[in-house]
């Protein structure tokens, strides 16, 4: 290589280093106008923070001397009172209460006054009126008094018929006059005098009729019942149906009354007893 090539060579590495020289040296200034830039604004806005009331009065210099002027203006007017309401943050007021004020205490105690009854009304005379003039009562005539004479005693009602049944019937027993048993039913009975004794055989007989029969009974034909003991037979079988009964003499006259009787379909009353006696 001969130096003319040498030196050409030389001079463009020179001029390719001055321009790469001068653009580092303009992005240096760049950065560092940057960063004084930012470096003002945060002190700026560090004024602002710690001083804001100072930095806005000064900017409003003159908003504050038209406030001082009205200020001034209000503040030589006549002063008028307007009740503004407490804010809710106003402590309450704490009231304290009163302390016991004593109570003198007097010689003698003042008496109290007890309730005072009222009157009670005095009712007015009346006017006292006469007693009334007392009628006249007739005087009752006294009147024979009767004086007690024995007590009558009671007599059995006479009979127009010489007999009349006794107390006690009729009676329903179970047959014991004959060995029929239940294979039978009937009627049978006495006849007593005056003095409770059986009447002769041969002067009575008993009449027995209806529900299919019409039968006499001679009186003392059945000595079973007693010695003027009478006995009928009526059916072969117990049932019920009613017969008429009368005591008659042997001649066929009638010595007492009609007697209605029913008779009953059980083998333990399939005996009717009947009696009669005289009454006068």
């Known amino acids: 290589m001969d130096e003319d090539t040498f030196e050409e060579d030389t001079t463009f590495e020179d001029e390719t280093t001055g321009q790469s020289g001068r653009g580092?040296?303009?992005?240096?200034?760049?950065?560092?106008?940057?960063?004084?830039?930012?470096?003002?604004?945060v002190g700026l806005l560090l004024i602002v923070i710690v001083t804001p009331n100072n930095l806005i009065a000064d900017l409003s210099g003159q908003e504050?001397?038209?406030?001082?002027?009205?200020?001034?203006?209000?503040?030589?007017?006549?002063?008028?009172?307007?009740?503004?309401?407490?804010?809710?943050?106003?402590?309450?007021?704490?009231?304290?209460?009163?302390?016991?004020?004593?109570?003198?205490?007097?010689?003698?105690?003042?008496?109290?006054?007890?309730?005072?009854?009222?009157?009670?009304?005095t009712p007015s005379a009346s006017a006292t009126l006469p007693p009334p003039t007392p009628t006249?009562?007739?005087?009752?005539?006294?009147?024979?008094?009767?004086?007690?004479?024995?007590?009558?005693?009671?007599?059995?009602t006479r009979s127009a018929f010489v007999f009349t049944k006794d107390d006690v019937s009729p009676q329903y027993l179970q047959n014991f006059a004959n060995a029929a048993g239940c294979n039978w039913m009937g009627i049978g009975g006495t006849v007593l005098d005056l003095n409770g004794n059986p009447?002769?055989?041969?002067?009575?007989?008993v009449h027995v009729w209806d529900s299919g029969?019409?039968?006499r009974a001679p009186v003392g034909g059945a000595p079973a019942y007693g010695p003027s003991g009478y006995e009928?037979?009526?059916?072969?079988?117990?049932?019920?149906?009613?017969?008429?009964?009368?005591?008659?003499t042997v001649n066929g006259t009638a010595v007492s009354q009609v007697y209605r009787i029913q008779t009953r379909a059980?083998?333990?009353?399939?005996?009717i007893s009947f009696g009669f006696v005289q009454n006068h």
């Open 24 to 41: 580092l040296n303009i992005f240096n200034i760049l950065a560092v106008v940057l960063i004084v830039a930012a470096l003002c604004v």
């Open 64 to 121: 504050s001397e038209q406030a001082t002027a009205t200020l001034v203006a209000t503040l030589a007017a006549p002063a008028t009172f307007t009740s503004t309401p407490l804010p809710s943050d106003t402590p309450a007021v704490i009231s304290l209460p009163p302390t016991n004020t004593p109570v003198p205490v007097g010689d003698t105690a003042t008496p109290v006054p007890i309730n005072t009854l009222l009157p009670t009304l």
């Open 136 to 156: 006249k009562t007739a005087t009752p005539t006294p009147t024979d008094t009767p004086t007690p004479g024995p007590t009558p005693t009671a007599t059995s």
């Open 199 to 205: 009447v002769p055989t041969g002067e009575y007989q």
């Open 213 to 215: 029969i019409d039968v």
């Open 232 to 248: 009928q037979f009526l059916f072969d079988a117990p049932r019920i149906q009613d017969n008429n009964v009368q005591l008659e």
């Open 266 to 271: 059980s083998c333990n009353q399939n005996l």
